[in-house]
């Protein structure tokens, strides 16, 4: 078998079992996760509809590419969602359907890392566990930049040095962020398309979490936007990474795209022809209508936006906590030791939550996740408003 599987870290979830294993909470409280990013929100009905109307569609072989409709509502989506020039995504060259950005930021790092010249993936840590096993099974190193409340929660990559730039073939940006929440801006986004092009590298840019933002009037910016800003029309070295899992409650369908380089996404088709990833015909049609689609993505917004006021409002009195820029996760500083706070937390209160440290790694003499836990506020308000006030009844027995 591939020696590089050997690589791979246990997954976050493993390890929270592990972490649990033997401890019996109380039988009173009923079990409350809040560890698991998955949207918990009702989907939209008319995109179920729209699916079960397109079942015939399961009697053909589905491209790789998708159908062209599907590829124009999401060039149409991204113009503008990101303000872009009428025209400048061509549907034909520009995006490709995807079955969630999982899957594809995995598969991407397969298609773009060159093995024979001593590759560096660089990355967020914390970060989206995804991105390390990637490019671990791609042959290339990892390199981890760390992501602290110092920086505002952003890697600094002004601290990364000559020698892992010119090493480097493949770059992940998450914004928001996953876990932190934090929101890259366009200048920061700028900066790094100027490094890929001295370095020759790609910036792969993950944000399937950018449809859930707080402050309407100012939605997170994206890198072909930041590109297309520049004059950079084409989207040399910039691909983007989106999902209607998250900003439409849609986590089962398995669909989201990739945008940008039409050179790049030319050679990433022909490596996911063979991988043999098309989306399933019902799922084309249902997607289609998705992205179509911007009033469920307000009222989704509005009810993460109403959760997390209700959670920091019993929260804030108890620990520290700030309104993320965006994403679904509160990233909160523990008073001791991660591990031992979710430990405790179950054994007393029966919730369940990520210690940070599980979602990042030791780098550069540090573990930026250490000290933290992640709380997904994906359940409905209720179980949510709860949760909180177990974690501050909990707080305040420490
Ligand atoms: C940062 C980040 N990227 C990508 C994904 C994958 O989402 P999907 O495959 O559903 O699009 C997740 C899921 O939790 C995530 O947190």
Request: proline share 7%.
């Amino acid at each position: 078998m591939n020696h590089d599987l050997d690589r791979l870290q246990p997954y976050p979830f493993e390890k929270l079992n592990r972490l649990k294993a033997g401890i019996t909470p109380p039988a009173g409280l009923a079990h409350i996760a809040l560890s698991i990013g998955e949207p918990k929100h009702q989907p939209p009905k008319f995109i179920a509809e729209e699916l079960i109307s397109h079942l015939h569609g399961l009697a053909n072989y589905p491209l790789t590419k998708g159908r062209v409709e599907l590829r124009q509502s999401i060039a149409d989506w991204l113009t503008h969602r990101f303000s872009l020039r009428p025209g400048s995504v061509d549907a034909e060259r520009h995006v490709l359907p995807v079955a969630g950005t999982r899957e594809a930021l995995f598969a991407f790092a397969q298609a773009v890392v060159e093995r024979e010249e001593n590759p560096l993936v660089v990355m967020p840590n914390p970060f989206y566990q995804i991105y390390e096993g990637a490019a671990l099974l791609a042959g290339a190193e990892p390199w981890f930049l760390n992501a602290t409340a110092g920086n505002s929660f952003l890697p600094d990559f002004d601290a990364v040095p000559e020698a892992v730039w010119q090493r480097c073939q493949l770059l992940y940006l998450c914004s928001p962020g996953n876990p932190t929440g934090a929101v890259a801006d366009i200048a920061t986004m700028q900066k790094l398309i100027a490094l890929a092009d001295r370095y020759d590298f790609i910036i792969a840019s993950d944000e399937c979490y950018s449809e859930l933002y707080f402050d309407e009037q100012n939605p997170p910016p994206g890198l072909l936007q930041a590109a297309a800003a520049l004059g950079r029309d084409d989207f040399h070295r910039c691909v983007i990474f989106h999902s209607l899992s998250k900003r439409s409650n849609l986590p089962g369908l398995r669909s989201g795209f990739v945008a940008g380089d039409a050179q790049v996404l030319e050679r990433f088709l022909l490596y996911r022809t063979y991988q043999g990833c098309a989306l399933p015909p019902p799922t084309q049609a249902a997607s289609i209508k998705a992205w179509q689609d911007e009033k469920h993505v307000v009222e989704n917004r509005d009810y993460y936006r109403r959760k997390f006021a209700a959670v920091i409002e019993i929260l804030k009195a108890v620990i520290e906590v700030e309104q993320p820029a965006g994403g679904f996760y509160l990233w909160l500083k523990t008073p001791g030791d991660d591990t031992e706070f979710a430990r405790e937390l179950f054994a007393k209160q029966n919730v369940t939550v990520l210690p940070g440290s599980y979602l990042s790694r030791e780098a550069h003499g540090h573990n930026p996740g250490a000290g933290y836990v992640r709380l997904a506020l994906v359940a409905e308000m209720d179980e949510c408003v709860e949760a909180a006030q177990r974690i501050s009844a909990f707080m305040k027995t420490l």
